[in-house]
């Protein structure tokens, strides 16, 4: 059974940096969409930043230009390096993979990392 695992959440203080990065388990093939959400103690998940097969990314504005995503295929990860971060940033961030949908069956497939802290305070 393939897992998300996710790495790279602590502790910094505001300015600072941290690379969040997910790795697969297992091969994963056929997935579109690689992307972040994070969610702050008592509020709603929100996406973050998003990569699909052809590069295209999405950026939540708040983060835009201070957060990069990208993806390796051929080592079944996603990154997120965090640059400038602000006490606003913390909250648990999740990786999240989407499959294009099955050819069969129509339905496509949500992988989700355990989740990683990331706190941000002087």
């Known amino acids: 059974q393939v897992q998300l695992v996710e790495f790279g959440g602590g502790l910094v203080q505001p300015g600072g940096s941290l690379r969040l990065s997910c790795v697969a388990s297992?091969?994963?093939?056929?997935?579109?969409?690689m992307a972040w959400y994070r969610q702050a103690a008592g509020k709603q998940r929100e996406l973050v930043a998003s990569i699909n097969t052809g590069g295209t990314t999405t950026y939540l504005d708040s983060v835009r230009g201070r957060f990069t995503i990208s993806r390796d295929n051929a080592k079944n990860t996603a990154t997120l390096q965090m640059n400038s971060l602000k006490p606003e940033d913390t909250a648990v961030y999740y990786c999240?993979?989407?499959?294009?949908?099955?050819?069969?069956?129509?339905?496509?497939?949500?992988?989700w990392g355990q989740g990683t802290q990331v706190t941000v305070s002087s």
């Open positions: 297992g091969s994963l093939f056929n997935i579109k969409t």
């Open positions: 999240n993979w989407r499959s294009y949908p099955d050819i069969a069956t129509m339905v496509e497939t949500n992988y």
